[in-house]
Each structure stands twice: as structure tokens, then as C-alpha cells.
């Protein structure tokens, strides 16, 4: 079977699902801190040095820039990136390994115990190589579906998110209790996954007839995983799981995750039996539908960040992205200073790639929705789901209660992962997509750092006196306080880059409408000279059957 970009698709997925291994630090992190000896400062220093690796992906765009766009200059077929790409992924690669495995080794005593400048550099690699995965998924996606970035980008997002769900649910099967084992893992998984799959992943920008068809399918496959990841999270929040009973719920994990296989092939097999009439209407009548896409802007970094429109979207996902990350990355500290066990700490981290996965994929699927049917710009939702970060903050503030304030964060954490990138490609353009959409996620490093240690890590160590544990609500209610009031400056922010880009969006929704009127042309067509053929083929037979008849006379 031709390696289309349905099945370019299904690689991205699977490479998505083992990608996200810096959701994971909440299993390991205590680990971390006790074998190192580390205060709360320290480990929120190293866990920023996580976040700048996962999401400073400037040196991933611009190698993806270089290797592909010289074979594009070179080849007119889509195997140009069959040499350019996995050059990308190898540098993933690389870094995944060896950044995981010396911590590994850091941890375990293997090795002498490193400086926290070293440890914070291991880290850097480990999570950087995420960037390379993220990069090459994303970018090949968008230019795979070009009418449908939101949704493209919300499944390969989604999938990312869902990922640290996964990784946990592998480490409470084979691992549990042994998070060095785990880090182990971390260092092979990703990288064999990646190593295996990477020659399969390429551009191939060809109409297909129901491209939003297939990408529901997708999404309704990313809805089913994540659904039953939360009801097997849930029974194992209320009962005990025995050894068997995690093989057998990860291996049907499994079997899910690998089904976009088949979605991808029977979608594949029914495209190719529409080609030939579609193709043959076309060139009779002339009509050809082409992709819609946003307008044809073209810009660079450095001419990206020469507008107003790349800072305050920048500022904006400093508010949004900087609040929830600092979140995720101290809950098993808030958890531990408000008596929780570490079952429901490790379900409220499990949960939380359940939430981050569900803002991803939505954000992505309702700003499609809501561009293609009301017209609705992009930067709305930023403003919407900042409003609602406030809410949660305030609910973990006040009540404590981190199962609700970690969900409303987790899914508004999200759905900027998939909101920033398809904003990006729209108003500044797709040739340099993943340079400049890695440049505006250094927002997230930023903000974590200066929420995270600035903020919450300074505070705690000041209620926790002498460097010791915090126990109480107390110790993160000022923090929490804060995190609302950057939310708050945040949805402003973005109010103003969405009255700044709405005519731009009234533009992108005309030329998709022309588009479809368009496309609908054809599919009439399409189906006018189907019933013309089937037509002709009972004339023929009812012409056969009277020469019969009287020949028999």
C-alpha cells in the first residue's frame, strides 16, 4: 500500500504517544529531589531547565527549515523528505537517549553525583528532544491538511498531551514503585518509537476528497483512548489493581493506539476508488479545487517578531502556558503539603494529560468549528480559556481541591498547545512555521520560571521555615492568588490581539468559502457523471437484450 499521508499521519500519532515523557517529571521528581538532596528551589530550578528543553524549540525549526526546504528547492516529489526529515528525529533522538540515560545514572549512584548546573543540563536534553518530535509532526501535518490546521494540530498536540497518561500507565504496569526504572524506560521508548516509524513521516499535500472525514475519524479515535484511559484512572483511584489486571488494561491500551492503523488504511483504500472519477470529471470540466488556507503571508523570525501581533500573542501564552505549567510541575508538592496519597497524586497527574489532551484536541476542533460557521478569530478562545485558568486558580486557592482546579487548568493549559501554533501559521505563514511557533513557546519556560521559582517555590520555602516541608493550604494560597491576577492581564492581552486580527480572520473565512463552493462544484459533478455512466450501462444492457431477442426470433 502507498505510503500516503494517511499513513504519514499514523506515524506522527504513535511517535506523539511516547513523545510527551516531560508530563512524566511528577513520577520521578521526588526521586530526584531526595537522591540529590535538593530543597524545593532547587528541584523547581532543574524542572524549569524541563520546560525551557520541551518548548525552546528554535534550533528544531530551523533544522527542520534547512533539511527540508533544500530537497523541496531540489526534488519535485514528495520522497524529498525521505533523507531530510529523519535527519530531524535523529537529533531527537540523540538527545532523548543520552539526556535520560546520565540521569538515570545520576540517580541510581552509578556515577558520581553531579553539580545542579549538570543535572539541569541532563534535563535540558532529554526534554529538548521533544521539540525535534513535536517540530516535524506538526508542521508535516499542517501542510499534509492545510484547510484543517486547527484540527491537525489539535489530534498531534492532543496526542502529546495524552502522552504522559500513557508513559504512566507502562510505569504503574511494569514499574510501579521504581521510578528509576522508569527513567530508564524514558531514555529507550521514545527513542526505538521514533528510530522505527521516522522514514514513514512525510509531506504529501495531495486533496484528498474528505480530509475533515478522516480527521474526525482520528479525533474520534483520540476521544475513545483518552475516555478510557480516565475510567481505567478512576477504578484504580477506588480499587487495587493486581499485576494482571494492568497487563491486561495496557495491552488493550495498546490495540487502541495501533487501530489508527486501520482507520488510516481503509480510509486510504476508499480515497483510491474515488481518484479515478474525480480526476477524470476534473480534467473534463475543467474545475479544480484548490486548498484554501489562510492568505499567502510569508514571514521570517526576525520579521515575525518585528509586530505587535507576535508580542502580545507571546504574552499572552507567558500568562496562560507560565501559570499552568507551574501547576503541573509542583503537584506533587502541593499534594504532599494537603495530605494527599500518593495513589491520588499520581491519578491527579495521570489526569492531567487527560485534561491537557482534551483542550488540545478541542481547542483545535472548536476554533475550526468556529472560524468555518461564525467566523470566529482564533485569539478568542486564548481570552475564553484564560478567564477560565483564573476560576481555577482561585478554586485550588481557596478550596484546596486539586482534582477540579487541576481539570478547568489542564484542559486551558491545553488548548493553547494547539490554539498558538495554528495562529502562528496563519498570520505569519507556514514556510517558517516551526521556527516561529517554537520561538512564541518560550513563553512557557519563561512563565514557569518566574510563577514557579520566583513565585510559588519562594513562597513555600518561606511558610516551610528553615528549608523543611510545608504542610497546610496556606503554603501555595498566595501563589494561587497571584497565578489568577496573570491570568486576568493575560485575557486582556489576547482581547487586543483578536481586535487586531479580526479582519485578517473575515479574509481567511471569504477565501475558505470560495473554496468550498468550489470543491462542492466538483463532488456534483463528480456524482452527475457517476448516475450519467450508470445510466448509459442499463441503455446498453436494455440495447443487448432486444438484439437477443431478436436474434432468438
Not at 532547587?42 to 524549540?57: H, Q
Not at 533523507?83 to 552509578?110: D, H, K, N
Not at 486547527?150 to 504512566?168: C, D, N
Request: net charge neutral.
Amino acid at each position: 500500500m502507498e505510503n500516503s499521508k494517511l499513513i504519514a499521519t499514523v506515524a506522527s500519532i504513535w511517535i506523539q504517544c511516547t513523545g510527551g515523557a516531560s508530563y512524566a517529571f511528577g513520577i520521578y521528581s521526588a526521586a530526584l529531589k531526595s537522591s540529590q538532596g535538593y530543597d524545593q528551589s532547587t528541584l523547581d530550578t532543574v524542572s524549569v531547565f524541563k520546560d525551557i528543553g520541551a518548548n525552546i524549540g528554535v534550533l528544531a525549526g530551523l533544522l527542520y527549515h534547512a533539511v527540508t526546504n533544500n530537497h523541496r528547492d531540489s526534488t519535485s516529489s514528495s520522497s524529498r523528505f525521505k533523507y531530510g526529515l529523519p535527519i530531524v528525529y535523529l537529533f531527537g533522538v540523540a538527545q532523548c537517549f543520552f539526556g535520560y540515560f546520565l540521569m538515570w545514572l545520576s540517580i541510581t549512584g552509578r556515577i558520581h553525583k553531579p553539580s545542579v548546573l549538570l543535572m539541569c543540563i541532563f534535563m535540558f536534553m532529554a526534554s529538548h528532544a521533544q521539540t525535534f518530535f513535536n517540530t516535524a509532526n506538526i508542521v508535516v501535518a499542517v501542510r499534509n491538511f492545510p484547510d484543517y490546521g486547527g484540527t491537525t494540530i489539535g489530534i498531534m498536540k492532543g496526542f502529546l498531551g495524552l502522552s504522559g497518561a500513557i508513559l504512566i500507565q507502562i510505569y504503574l504496569t511494569f514499574f510501579d514503585g521504581k521510578p528509576t526504572k522508569f527513567i530508564l524506560m524514558l531514555a529507550v521508548v521514545p527513542s526505538l518509537v521514533s528510530l522505527i516509524l521516522m522514514f514513514l513521516i512525510h509531506e504529501n499535500p495531495s486533496n484528498t476528497t474528505h480530509d475533515k472525514h478522516h480527521l474526525n475519524k482520528f479525533s474520534l479515535g483520540a476521544v475513545t483512548i483518552a475516555g478510557y484511559l480516565t475510567i481505567i484512572l478512576y477504578l484504580q483511584n477506588k480499587i487495587v489493581f493486581s499485576s494482571r489486571a494492568h497487563v491486561i488494561t495496557t495491552i488493550i491500551l495498546g490495540i487502541l493506539i495501533l487501530s489508527h492503523l486501520l482507520i488510516a488504511c481503509t480510509a486510504q483504500t476508499n480515497e483510491q476508488q474515488e481518484a479515478t472519477e474525480a480526476l477524470i470529471v476534473a480534467s473534463e470540466s475543467q474545475v479544480v479545487a484548490s486548498h484554501s488556507g489562510p492568505p499567502a503571508v510569508e514571514l521570517n523570525l526576525l520579521q515575525a517578531m518585528t509586530t505587535v501581533n507576535f508580542w502580545l500573542l507571546f504574552a499572552s501564552m507567558v500568562c496562560a502556558m507560565g501559570s499552568g505549567l507551574a501547576t503541573i510541575n509542583n503537584v506533587t508538592q502541593i499534594g504532599q503539603s494537603l495530605e494527599y496519597s500518593t495513589t491520588k497524586i499520581n491519578t491527579i497527574l495521570s489526569l492531567w494529560s487527560i485534561w491537557n489532551f482534551l483542550g488540545r484536541f478541542r481547542g483545535g476542533f472548536l476554533s475550526d468549528f468556529s472560524l468555518h460557521k461564525w467566523g470566529w478569530g482564533r485569539p478568542m478562545f486564548i481570552s475564553i480559556t484564560l478567564l477560565a485558568m483564573v476560576f481555577g486558580h482561585l478554586w485550588i486557592a481557596f478550596d484546596g481541591n486539586l482534582y477540579f482546579g487541576t481539570a478547568i487548568i489542564g484542559i486551558c493549559y491545553g488548548s493553547q498547545w494547539s490554539l498558538m501554533p495554528t495562529i502562528t501559521s496563519e498570520i505569519f505563514g507556514v514556510k517558517h512555521m516551526g521556527t516561529i511557533f517554537n520561538t512564541i513557546a518560550a513563553a512557557n519556560p519563561v512563565g514557569s520560571y518566574i510563577l514557579s521559582v520566583r513565585v510559588l517555590g519562594s513562597i513555600y520555602d518561606k511558610e516551610a521555615k528553615g528549608g523543611g516541608s510545608c504542610n497546610g493550604i496556606h503554603c501555595f494560597r498566595d501563589s494561587f492568588f497571584v497565578f489568577a491576577v496573570v491570568c486576568v492581564f493575560g485575557m486582556f492581552v489576547s482581547l487586543v490581539l483578536f481586535i487586531r486580527t479580526k479582519g485578517f480572520y473575515v479574509v481567511v473565512v471569504n477565501k475558505r468559502a470560495e473554496a468550498e463552493a468550489v470543491e462542492l462544484e466538483v463532488e456534483v459533478e463528480v456524482e452527475e457523471e457517476r448516475e450519467r455512466r450508470v445510466g448509459l450501462y442499463f441503455v446498453v444492457v436494455e440495447r443487448r437484450e432486444k438484439v437477443e431477442r431478436l436474434i432468438e426470433n
